[in-house]
C-alpha cells in the first residue's frame, strides 16, 4: 500500500512507537471513533436493518404490557368483568411470547455481526501490520501488539455481539416510555424524568475518564503481554543462567501494574451503576408521592397510577442496565483507540512520484547520506559512496560501526535521515517494494524461518517457481550450483522446518537463507555475516557459489573474519559515522587494529 509523495515533501517520520504517542482516547472524540468503527459494519447494513427491526417490534411489544394492565385494572377489574381479565391476560401472554421471539432472534443476528466484526478487525489489524516498515517493529514490543489484536479487538467484539444491541433496545425503551410518561400525564411525567436528566449530564462529564482508566488497563495488559513473550522467547539464557527469579520478577512487577490498572478501571467501570439505581430511587419516590397526591386529589385514576409506575420501572430498568452497558461501551472504545492508532499508521515507507536522477551509472549510490535511529545519535554523517555492478564489496568495521544500518539503506529497509540512496541512478525511494526487493537480496545476520518444510522456506517471495514440483525446483537449484547445500540436508527440500527453525542449527538456517536469496537472482546480493556459523569448508563452498554468480551481480559483503573478503574487488571501513574506501585487505586490518587500540 503506497502513497505517493513528491520528491520535496517533508522527511517521513520514523516515530512509530505505538506507546510514546500521548493517550488516544484524549485525541479522539467519541463520534469521530464510533464513525470510523461503523466502518467495519459497512457489509452488514442488511443484518443490521433486521436487527434493528426486531429491536423496535420487541421494544414496542414490552411497551404495550403496562398499558393492557392499566387498562384491564380500570374497566374489568374495578366492574368485576372477570372473563374479560382473563382474556387481556391471554392477550398479555400473547404479546410477552412474541416479545421473546422477537428478543431470541435480536441476539442470533447481532451474535453474527459482532462475530464477523472481529474476524475482519483481526484481518484488517493483522493487514496494516505486515504494511509497516521496519522502524515501526523495532520501537513496539510484539507482545503488547499481540495483545492489541487478540485482547483489544475481543473487547470491541463483546460490545457489538453482546451489548450493542442490548444498549439500542434499551434506548428504544427509554424512549418509548417516556414518551407514554409524558403523554399520560406531562406534569407527573417531567418531574420523574428529572433525575434521567442529572444523569445524562454526570454521564457525560464521567465518561473520558472511565475511557482514560480503560485504556490504561489495556496498556498495561499489552505490557504483560510483551513480558510473558520476552521470556518465552528467551527461555534458554533463562535456564543456562539460572535466572528464572529475575523474569520472574520482572513479571512480578508488571503483573502488578496490570492488578492496579485493573482495580482502576473496574472502579471507575463501577462508578456508573449505584449513580444510576440512586437515580430510579429518586424518580420512583417522586412518582409514589406526587401521584397519590393526583390520585387523592382524583386527577389520576389507579390503574393510571399503576400503568405510570410500570412505565417509570420501563424507564430506569434500561437506565440502569445501561450504566453497565455503557462502562462496556467505554472498554469498547478504549480498545478500539488502541486498535485505531495501528490502522491510521503510515504503511510502508512512501513512494516518490518524482525524483531527481543520478548521472552515475553506479547500480548502488549513496549521496550525502546521513542517518539516525530514532532518539539515537546520528549512526551515519554524510556518507556518500558508489558501488558497480558486477563487482564484489566488503564491508568491514568495528562492532557496531555501522555495517548492518548501511547494508539496511541499501535494502531501504530505513530511509535516510537526510542525503538520497540510488538504486541503477534512481531514487530508491521511486522503486515500487516489489520491484525493489526483486532487485536486491538481503540476507540477514539472524536468518528467519517459517514453520513448514524448507521448500515453503526457500519460496517464500518466489512467486516464481512456486507451482514447480520438487524435480523442476531441485533441477533449477542444480543450475544455480546449489546442490550441495541442498544436499546437505538429508530430506532435501522436504526437511520439516519447526516453529521458527528452531530445531535447525544457526548455520543450516544460513544455507537456507542462502539458498532462498540466490534462487531469487537479484541484481544485488548483501551478506550481512551470512557465513559467520559455517565451517570453512562450507564457507568455501559458498564463496564458490557466489562466484558461479551472474557476471551483472553485485555482491555486498559484511564479515568480521577477513579471510572471507579476501577476493572483494573494494573494501570499505564503516566506523564512528563514516564509510570509507579502505583500499587493500592490509589497509582494511590495519584501519581496524588502529581502530582496537584506539578504543
Ligand atoms: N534498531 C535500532 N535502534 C536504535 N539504534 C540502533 C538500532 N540498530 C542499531 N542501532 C545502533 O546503531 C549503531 C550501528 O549499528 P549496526 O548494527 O549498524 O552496527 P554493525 O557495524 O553492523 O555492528 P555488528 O558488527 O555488531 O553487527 C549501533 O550503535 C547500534 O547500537
Known amino acids: 500500500m503506497y502513497r505517493s509523495i513528491n520528491h520535496n515533501a517533508a522527511p517521513i517520520t520514523m516515530n512509530y512507537n505505538l506507546n510514546s504517542t500521548a493517550d488516544p482516547a484524549q485525541k479522539t472524540s467519541t463520534f469521530s471513533a464510533l464513525k470510523k468503527l461503523f466502518r467495519f459494519l459497512a457489509a452488514e447494513q442488511k443484518t443490521l436493518m433486521l436487527a434493528f427491526f426486531t429491536i423496535i417490534v420487541s421494544s414496542g411489544l414490552n411497551l404495550t404490557g403496562p398499558i393492557i394492565i392499566g387498562y384491564t385494572i380500570d374497566h374489568f377489574i374495578q366492574n368485576h368483568q372477570y372473563s374479560n381479565v382473563l382474556l387481556f391476560c391471554g392477550l398479555l401472554l400473547l404479546v410477552y411470547t412474541a416479545a421473546f421471539v422477537a428478543n431470541y432472534l435480536q441476539a442470533r443476528l447481532m451474535g453474527g455481526i459482532g462475530q464477523r466484526m472481529l474476524f475482519n478487525l483481526r484481518n484488517a489489524v493483522f493487514a496494516k501490520l505486515?504494511?509497516?516498515?521496519?522502524?515501526?517493529?523495532?520501537?513496539?514490543?510484539?507482545?503488547?501488539?499481540?495483545?492489541?489484536?487478540?485482547?483489544?479487538?475481543?473487547?470491541?467484539?463483546?460490545?457489538?455481539?453482546?451489548?450493542?444491541?442490548q444498549f439500542v433496545s434499551n434506548i428504544f425503551l427509554m424512549t418509548g416510555s417516556g414518551i407514554f410518561l409524558l403523554s399520560i400525564h406531562p406534569r407527573l411525567g417531567g418531574a420523574a424524568l428529572v433525575p434521567a436528566a442529572s444523569l445524562l449530564i454526570f454521564t457525560r462529564l464521567i465518561s473520558p475518564w472511565v475511557r482514560?482508566?480503560?485504556?490504561?488497563?489495556?496498556?498495561?495488559?499489552?505490557?504483560?503481554?510483551?513480558?510473558?513473550?520476552?521470556?518465552?522467547?528467551n527461555f534458554k539464557v533463562i535456564i543456562a543462567f539460572n535466572r528464572r527469579d529475575y523474569f520472574r520478577k520482572r513479571f512480578d512487577e508488571v503483573n502488578k501494574q496490570n492488578y492496579g490498572t485493573a482495580i482502576g478501571a473496574g472502579m471507575a467501570n463501577n462508578v456508573f451503576m449505584p449513580v444510576f439505581g440512586l437515580c430510579a430511587q429518586l424518580a420512583q419516590l417522586t412518582v409514589l408521592t406526587y401521584g397519590i397526591y393526583l390520585v387523592s386529589t382524583g386527577q389520576f385514576t389507579i390503574g393510571m397510577l399503576i400503568s405510570f409506575f410500570a412505565y417509570v420501572t420501563s424507564f430506569y430498568n434500561p437506565i440502569r442496565q445501561?450504566?453497565?452497558?455503557?462502562?462496556?461501551?467505554?472498554?469498547?472504545?478504549?480498545?478500539?483507540?488502541?486498535?485505531?492508532?495501528?490502522?491510521?499508521?503510515?504503511?510502508?515507507?512512501?513512494?516518490?512520484?518524482?525524483?531527481?536522477?543520478?548521472?552515475?551509472?553506479?547500480?548502488?549510490?549513496?549521496?550525502?547520506?546521513?542517518f539516525r535511529y530514532p532518539d539515537s545519535p546520528p549512526v551515519l554523517h554524510n556518507v556518500s559512496f558508489t558501488m558497480e555492478q558486477g563487482k564484489t564489496y566488503a564491508l568491514v568495521g568495528p562492532t557496531g560501526g555501522g555495517k548492518t544500518t548501511t547494508a539496511s539503506l541499501i535494502a531501504r529497509l530505513y530511509d535516510p535521515t537526510e542525503g538520497q540512496v540510488f538504486l541503477n541512478g534512481k531514487d530508491i525511494r521511486t522503486y515500487e517494494a516489489a520491484t525493489r526487493s526483486s532487485k536486491i537480496g538481503f540476507i540477514l545476520q539472524e536468518p528467519f524461518l517459517?514453520?513448514?518444510?524448507?521448500?515453503?522456506?526457500?519460496?517464500?517471495?518466489?512467486?516464481?517457481?512456486?507451482g514447480m514440483?520438487?524435480?523442476?525446483?531441485?533441477e533449477v537449484i542444480k543450475e544455480a550450483h546449489l546442490e550441495s547445500l541442498l544436499a546437505r540436508f538429508e530430506q532435501g527440500l522436504d526437511t520439516?522446518?519447526?516453529?521458527?527453525?528452531?530445531?535447525?542449527?544457526?548455520?543450516?538456517?544460513?544455507?537456507?537463507a542462502f539458498i532462498r536469496a540466490v534462487l531469487r537472482k537479484p541484481e544485488l546480493l548483501i551478506l550481512d555475516e551470512a557465513t559467520a556459523n559455517i565451517d570453512t569448508i562450507t564457507e568455501q563452498l559458498l564463496e564458490k557459489i557466489l562466484q558461479q554468480l551472474p557476471d551483472t551481480t553485485t555482491r555486498v559483503i559484511i564479515a568480521h573474519r577477513l579471510n572471507t573478503i579476501e577476493n572483494a574487488d573494494e573494501i570499505f571501513f564503516v566506523n564512528a559515522g563514516e564509510v570509507i574506501r579502505a583500499g587493500s585487505l592490509e589497509h582494511a586490518v590495519n584501519m581496524l587494529l588502529h581502530e582496537k587500540r584506539a578504543s
Open 469 to 474: 514440483t520438487n524435480e523442476q525446483l531441485s
Open 450 to 466: 517459517f514453520s513448514g518444510t524448507l521448500r515453503d522456506n526457500i519460496l517464500f517471495g518466489n512467486a516464481e517457481y512456486v
Open 322 to 370: 445501561l450504566s453497565v452497558l455503557w462502562a462496556n461501551f467505554q472498554v469498547a472504545l478504549a480498545g478500539w483507540d488502541r486498535i485505531s492508532q495501528i490502522l491510521t499508521l503510515q504503511s510502508d515507507l512512501p513512494l516518490l512520484a518524482t525524483a531527481a536522477e543520478s548521472n552515475n551509472t553506479a547500480v548502488m549510490e549513496f549521496r550525502n547520506v546521513q
Open 130 to 165: 505486515q504494511e509497516l516498515p521496519v522502524a515501526f517493529f523495532n520501537q513496539n514490543k510484539t507482545g503488547d501488539l499481540i495483545s492489541r489484536i487478540n485482547n483489544d479487538t475481543d473487547k470491541v467484539n463483546q460490545f457489538f455481539s453482546q451489548y450493542l444491541l
Open 496 to 512: 520439516k522446518i519447526l516453529t521458527s527453525g528452531d530445531a535447525v542449527s544457526l548455520g543450516q538456517k544460513q544455507l537456507i
Open 212 to 233: 482514560r482508566k480503560n485504556a490504561a488497563n489495556m496498556k498495561s495488559t499489552g505490557s504483560m503481554s510483551a513480558e510473558i513473550q520476552e521470556s518465552l522467547n
